[in-house]
């Protein structure tokens, strides 16, 4: 995927608490609602003890919106509460980016 260079990730890495408390429909449902936003470009996630979630917008406003988002903060609030026991957000500018497919 060739994207406009330059966008925007934003890096939440965090680590959970015991349980899914509802945590797995919320992750599935705020994937879901982030591909809808104005501005969303695509969303990786991967999990093992640390858990990263990256998703890439085309600018500031379009993350500012996404956090500002209802449905978003009460995700957010719920994930302070039941789901995290760290977690960081870091906004970054993508200005270059290059990958490998291996050939059968």
């Known amino acids: 995927m060739e994207l406009q260079?330059?966008?925007y990730a934003v890096i939440f890495t965090?680590?959970?608490t015991d349980g899914d408390n509802g945590y797995g429909q919320m992750a599935v449902d705020m994937e879901n609602l982030a591909k809808e936003q104005p501005g969303f470009i695509h969303f990786e996630s991967a999990r093992d003890e640390l858990g990263i979630t990256i998703s890439y917008w085309e600018s500031l406003e379009a993350i500012a919106n996404w956090k500002a988002?209802?449905?978003h903060?009460?995700?957010q609030?719920?994930?302070i509460q039941d789901w995290?026991?760290?977690?960081?957000v870091r906004i970054c500018v993508v200005e270059r980016e290059y990958e490998f497919t291996?050939?059968?």
């Open 77 to 79: 609030k719920r994930g």
């Open 69 to 71: 988002n209802m449905d």
């Open 14 to 16: 965090n680590t959970r």
């Open 102 to 104: 291996k050939k059968n």
């Open 5 to 7: 260079k330059p966008y």
């Open 84 to 88: 995290y026991s760290w977690y960081k």
């Open 73 to 75: 903060k009460i995700a």
